[in-house]
Structures are given as C-alpha cells and as structure tokens.
C-alpha cells in the first residue's frame, strides 16, 4: 500500500494521504513524497493541487516517530520543507477536510490556500498537551490565518475547534454538511480551473510575499523557549503518556 497516491483529473492533481489506519500521521517518507508532488513540473493543462486524506480523518499530524527524530534533530524540518513547498507551489493548493485535522495536519490544511471543510471536521493543535510547542514557522501562520484571539485558545487549550465555529469567524473558505463536501469541492476545483493560470499564479506569488515579512521579526529568545520545550522531561512525559492512552504527569522540567 502506498501511504501518498498521486492522481490527475482533468485540471486537478489530487495528492491523497492514504495511512487511515494511523489516521494520515506524516513519517518522513509520506513528506518526502508530498514534498516532490508539489514540486513536480507542472502540465499545461493542470490548473490546482487538492491535498485530501484517506479514511474518516483528514491528518492527525506527525506520527510520534517522525516527531521524536525531529526532536532529536533540532526541529520539524521535514514537515516545515513539506508546508513551504505547499505555499511556494505556483498554482493555488486546495485542503479537502472531511474529518479532524490536528497539530501537523491543522497546519497542512492552513497553509493551503484554500480549506473546504465538512461540518464534522474539527482543527487543532494540541501540542500543549504532550510538552510541545509549535516553532516560530508553524506559529506564525497560525497567527497569519487565524489571528491572535482564535491563535492563542487553540495554542494554550490544545482542543480541536470546530469547522463550523471557523467558517463562522471567516477563516476557513468553506464549511458543509459532509454529504455535500464532495459536490462543494469539485465546485471550487471547475471555479479555479476556470480563471487566467497566469492570473492565479500571479495572485498566489504576491499573498504569499507579502506575508513573509514576518519571517525577519526576531525571535532568537522564541526559539530558545521551544527548544526547551521540545527537550524536557515534561515532552517526554506527554509523548509517552499519549501512547499509552493516560494522563500525563507534567512537572515543568
């Protein structure tokens, strides 16, 4: 079984996460393959990328290996390279959620650059609750998308916010009933491949530099309190409390 199936439909390439069994966690292969998806040459006739995943969840993030070996590495590179790669993709990339997306798969679906969401999808990022924070790169879009107010209940809480209550504040594009995702989202795929491609590609280029100013705020003393996160007891602690399906006991060290 391939855990990221490519196809093309007319004017639409469709990248599936299929690992439903593990409800679509990214391990570093899934984000290599995804990376070189995005980064592929485009065809003349295609006009979007749709980003979806197999099973009743969209993704629920890195799978605990791949986050202990980022960890261990100084930070979620592999999946930083793989959200990068979605924003600089010159044609528009298009997240289908029909189930929850949480903490890497929350940040997948909101560096698209437009979400279609059922009603029954929820997004989070409950990294609070297994030690971790998120670094200044994932942080920032948060902040970017969905702004301060709704950033903070999502950072400091960790529970999943519903689809509804984001569509309802404007920060996702579009939110139905499930019957109706799939008819809703092939809608939004014949109205993108309808536009200029020269015009599309040009508004994507200027969204996503005029939020890059953002990566020059300093941030050193940031990062060093995540690293500090990322390397405690209390990490250690969450991570393997949440495969043991118990509580976790946090200290603060």
């Known amino acids: 079984m391939h855990t990221i199936e490519i196809e093309q439909t007319g004017a639409v390439k469709t990248i599936w996460m299929n690992r439903p069994e593990k409800r679509n ?11 070189a998806a995005l980064r592929a040459p485009i065809g003349a006739d295609l006009r979007l990328v749709a980003i979806r995943g197999r ?8 799978d605990m290996k791949a986050r202990r070996e980022s ?19 010159p044609l528009p990339v298009v997240a289908v959620v029909q189930g929850d997306a949480i903490a890497g798969g929350n940040e997948l679906a909101l ?16 990294l609070a609750q297994v030690g971790l924070a998120p670094n200044w790169f994932l942080a920032k ?32 594009a579009r939110c139905v009933p499930a019957d109706r995702l799939e008819s809703e ?15 599309l590609k040009a508004m994507k280029a200027t969204t996503v530099r005029m939020l890059e ?19 405690s007891q209390d990490a250690r602690e969450g991570m393997l409390a949440r495969l043991e399906k118990r509580r976790a006991q ?3 060290t």
């Open 213 to 231: 100013f953002r990566d020059t705020i300093p941030h050193a003393d940031v990062d060093a309190l995540i690293e500090a996160a990322l390397k």
């Open 185 to 199: 989202a092939a809608a939004i795929f014949d109205r993108l491949a309808a536009n200029a491609p020269l015009s």
């Open 25 to 35: 966690a990214l391990d570093s292969g899934m984000l290599d393959r995804m990376v």
């Open 111 to 126: 560096h698209c650059d437009m979400v279609v969401a059922s009603d029954t999808a929820r997004f989070g990022m409950s």
């Open 71 to 89: 960890i261990a590495g100084g930070g979620a590179s592999g999946i930083e390279v793989m959200l990068r790669a979605i924003e600089l993709c």
């Open 250 to 252: 946090f200290g603060g």
């Open 55 to 62: 099973g009743p969840s969209f993704c629920s993030g890195l």
């Open 141 to 172: 879009k948060l902040m970017e998308i969905l702004g301060p107010v709704v950033t903070r209940e999502m950072l400091l809480l960790g529970d999943p916010l519903p689809a509804t209550r984001l569509h309802a504040l404007g920060l996702i």
